[in-house]
């Protein structure tokens, strides 16, 4: 689906995420204290290293945003976690 998205002119941009270029981002500036994240993205498909990301958080001291409306009841995913500060399943329909 993600191919489809291309505009003329854009350049298409990578939609892997690996948590270790995140994180190393995330700690090389200290002023982040806030980590907004959607879990599913459904137009690529693209599922967030939640666990890994939220898990950073905790460790330095960052709040954690999930949107996770997409994850709902198609992937696993445990917001009691201590991890994830914040979810969010409301959909905007």
């Known amino acids: 689906m993600a191919d489809g998205q291309h505009q003329p002119g854009g350049e298409r ?3 892997d995420v690996n948590p270790k270029v995140v994180v190393a981002a995330l700690r090389r500036d200290p002023a982040i204290r806030l980590q907004v994240l959607v879990h599913h993205e ?3 498909r ?3 290293p939640l666990r890994e990301l939220c898990r950073v958080a905790v460790d330095d001291g960052e709040t ?3 949107n996770a409306i997409s994850s709902v009841g198609a992937h696993r995913l445990d917001l009691s976690s201590r991890a994830v ?3 969010s399943v409301i959909s905007t329909i």
């Open 85 to 87: 500060t914040s979810g």
């Open 13 to 15: 941009t990578s939609t």
């Open 46 to 48: 693209l599922l967030a």
């Open 64 to 66: 954690t945003v999930v």
């Open 42 to 44: 459904t137009t690529t």
